[in-house]
């Protein structure tokens, strides 16, 4: 019977068996954002491009800071790619269980199948913008290294991290409807914790010593850090990012194992808060 | 051979919370933050039941009994509170899955994720989905957003797909309710046709008749506990016997409405038995309408008239003072008409009575009542019950 596993491993393999669900929502969600444009599919691309169209001419000609900063266009992105899955990920995953309260009441699924086709559905995006990224850091020069294979490691540990994320949330929103609202405000404080604009060194010069530790605990700018060293051979920061990395793993189980959790102990609910 | 559904002791309690929106302050002052003020509310109880492979299973009772609650535990879709309800197999329900569609994507693809969350692979949907369109009728509009849909395609596709799951169980929810006649048609063609695959099928209503017609056995809910389990007939009896000594209502809500220019008025309908203190009548009894009216002005001629209904909308009979040869004269002011019936030939059901008062030509309404009074009809003495009258024939032996 459905939703009687409790065990991870249960569940995995009743995931596993509905993974043509996940894809079939994932993909609702990639062709319904396109569907009425003449464009099309064509955006997913095109988006990211045009993006670094304008990034590239606003830094290079309008306002040049002085940064010291190489290829700050490309910079920017390494570091808003990851930062708009995330975003898009969480504040779309965050209304996934609520919005499909009809369907609960009626067809036995596993719920977290809904969260997952959410993150499913932006992760394909994000991986479709990194396509253009590419073409574009190979024109202005840049050689990849063996360190290219740190992006796959990298957008794993976010895309599980977001799962992990997404369950929370989705799973709270049934009952405290406060929280999609919450749910904004974080986004944008957390933005502004990230080193998206700013290299991270802009911080930690300038904050005091422990503040460097609290700074990287946020998963999200040592992901960002990753992302840069992978893509751009970028310069770490002045730290010892292994152990940084090391973290980010450790935050990114806990909150998939908390998270996870957390959804099924609400889920027996679902049916009857909706 | 382990049955296919076996329901051991199962509860399910509702909690219902009273004050519904509640901020996140007030729930961190009480320290709960998941939990409502809430009061108890045992949806079922203790029930016990077991469905073989290749049966149809009743379940009936009145609104608000269970019956729904209990068919959601068998889905999956919710947990019982207590108990256990094991079910090996595939469950599939006959049920309107428009809800679940995606308004800016097609037929087609909404029919793809919609299979898919009933479970079905990518191969099978593949080899499904022609019949799936056939079925529901709209082949001419499947590469269509289903946003373009009228509310009947919509549900006409949404049934399609759930009736194209090859279930072991198939639970159907008041059948009668879907689209248009000669779709509820295929509808029920379908199911039988399930039947005879031998798959269980599990019926739940409150039309009598369809439990009688299809099970073998059934439970009767009431108020959340089983309050009769047996044969289907066995069960019927019980909840008509049942349904008699209390007057419940057994059907839901009637249709019908009332038109006309009312300047002669339908004041009041009366219903009289041979026991004037009793709102059941029996089959064989004598039986009388009287239809009080009201005229404002002078009416030449109004035509009175009656119908009855079965409660499934079958026109059983529509009798008028004009094609009985009654001349009605002037009517002004109040008084009442009767139509007597010494014999009643109803068999045991529920029926909707309609009454009206016509110009002398029948195209005028000047009250039409549509269905608005119902009464029932017992068993009295007559032990028929197939069809819808008994015609109080005489068999003869001859040898």
Known sequence: MLNTSKTFPGRVHLLWEYRHLIGQLARRDVLARYKKSVLGFVWSLL???????????????????????????????????????TATSLSTSVRSIVDAGNLLHKVAFPREVLPLAVVGANLFNFVLALIPLFIYISVIGVRFSSMLLLLPAAILIQTLLLIGFSFILSAAHVTIRDVGVILEVVLLAWFYLCPVFYPPSLVLDQAPAWFSN???????????????????????????MRVYGLITVSITVIVLAVGWRFFLWRQRSFVEEL | MKPLIEASSVGKRFRISHHRPTSLRERFIRKQIFKDKTTELWAL?????????????????????????LLRLIAGVMEPTIGTISVDGRVGALLDLAAGFHPELTGLENVELNATLLGMNPKEILHKSTDIIEFSGIEDFIDTPVKYYSSGMLMRLGFSISIHLDPDILLVDEVLAVGDENFQR??????????????????????????????????????????????????????????????????????????????????????????????????????????HYNAHRAIRDPVFGLAIHRSDGLHITGPNTRTDGVSTGTVEGSGYVEYAVHNIPLLPGVYNLSVAIYDSAIRHPYDHQDRLHRFRIGKGTTLEREGVVTLRGVWSLNT
């Open chain 1, 214 to 240: 609290f700074y990287f605990i946020n998963p999200m700018a040592t992901l960002m850090v990753v992302y840069r060293v992978a893509l751009l051979n970028a310069a770490t920061p002045n730290l010892d």
């Open chain 2, 186 to 291: 295929r509808c029920l063609d379908r199911i039988d046709y399930l039947r005879d695959l031998g798959k269980s099928i599990i019926l739940v209503s409150h039309d009598m008749r369809q439990i009688r017609q299809m099970c073998s056995r059934a439970i009767w809910l009431n108020e959340g506990c089983i309050e009769h389990a047996g044969n289907a007939e066995e069960v019927v009896q019980a909840y008509l016997a049942f349904a008699d000594s209390t007057d419940t209502e057994i059907i839901g809500p009637e249709h019908g409405g009332r038109w006309g220019t009312r300047e002669i008025e339908i004041t009041d309908v009366e219903l009289r038995g041979e026991d004037p203190s009793h709102r059941v009548y029996q089959c064989g009894d004598s039986l009388t309408v009287r239809i």
């Open chain 1, 47 to 85: 988006h990211p491009f045009l993006m670094m169209v304008v990034l590239a001419v606003v830094f290079s000609y309008v306002g040049r800071f002085n940064t010291g900063i190489k290829h700050y266009p490309a910079f920017i992105l390494c570091g808003y790619l990851p930062w708009l899955f």
């Open chain 2, 45 to 69: 109880r203790d029930i016990d039941f077991v469905v073989r492979r290749g049966e149809v299973f009743g379940i009936l009772g009145s609104n608000g009994s269970g019956k729904s609650t």
